[in-house]
């Protein structure tokens, strides 16, 4: 499978913004999706993920309440919806996707990645 972010872009302080990852391949059902950021000059950090079902998400203790993550089988496709943006959450936004096993949270347990979509969030 391989994940393809999109969606970024230049929203204000406040805003709302829904971000797409569109997977190739078959099996995308098999496997759990994780989003990722990563801030210039920082490491990259967990933001969500979903289990393969759908049934299932995890979030950022930071993000709870604001970023929610949903998926569409059908589609081949992850959402992620943030709202009340802040500066802070300025990043490039990764989607990934993993196997059964291990954690949500980290980063090595992603088999797969795409490119990034770039967030900027003004103040």
């Known amino acids: 499978v391989q994940p393809q972010a999109s969606g970024g872009g230049l929203v204000q302080a406040g805003g709302s913004l829904r971000l797409s990852c569109a997977a190739s391949g078959r099996a995308f059902s098999s496997y759990h999706m994780g989003w990722f950021r990563q801030a210039q000059g920082k490491e990259r950090e967990f933001v969500g993920a979903i289990r393969r079902s759908g049934s299932t998400t995890y979030y950022a203790d930071s993000l709870k309440g604001r970023f929610t993550i949903s998926r569409d089988n059908a589609k081949n496709t992850v959402y992620l919806r943030m709202n009340s943006l802040k500066p802070e959450d300025t990043a490039v936004y990764y989607c990934?996707?993993?196997?059964?096993?291990?954690?949500?949270?980290?980063?090595?347990?992603?088999?797969?990645w795409g490119q990034g979509t770039q967030v900027t969030v003004s103040s």
């Open positions: 990934a996707a993993k196997g059964l096993g291990g954690s949500y949270s980290t980063i090595r347990e992603y088999d797969y």
